[in-house]
């Protein structure tokens, strides 16, 4: 099942910084985890923003919810969820 997921990340300006960069470093070793296991196929950053666009790739909207809740910057962020279909006009 594949969903397009835009993650806004907002962490606030008064967090300590060792605690924001600990867990900055946390979120890019999960997610690079989950890349290389398949399920977290695409990620993007929107241009001008702390925000990316991905695209995952998982069995369930259970699994999907897993990996979301388990984001370390999970408590930092707004989360846009969109399941993909495959379209009609593909070549
Ligand atoms: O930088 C981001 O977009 C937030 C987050 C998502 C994956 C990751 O490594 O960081």
């Known amino acids: 099942m594949l969903f397009a997921v835009r993650m806004d990340v907002d962490i606030p300006r008064d ?3 060792a605690v924001r960069e600990e867990t900055v470093a946390r979120e890019k070793a999960y997610s690079q ?3 290389r296991a ?4 695409h990620i993007w950053r929107v241009v001008g923003r702390y925000s990316n666009i991905s695209v995952f ?3 369930s909207n259970e699994r999907l ?3 979301l809740w388990g ?3 999970f408590p930092y962020m707004t989360i846009e969820v ?3 279909a495959a379209h009609p006009s593909q070549a």
Do not use: A, K, M, N
Request: hydrophobic share 35%; no cysteine; glycine share 4%.
């Open 15 to 17: 967090l300590d910084p």
């Open 33 to 35: 985890q989950l890349q």
């Open 38 to 41: 398949g399920e977290w196929r």
């Open 57 to 59: 790739d998982v069995s």
């Open 65 to 67: 919810h897993d990996i």
């Open 71 to 73: 984001l370390p910057l």
């Open 82 to 84: 969109t399941p993909l």
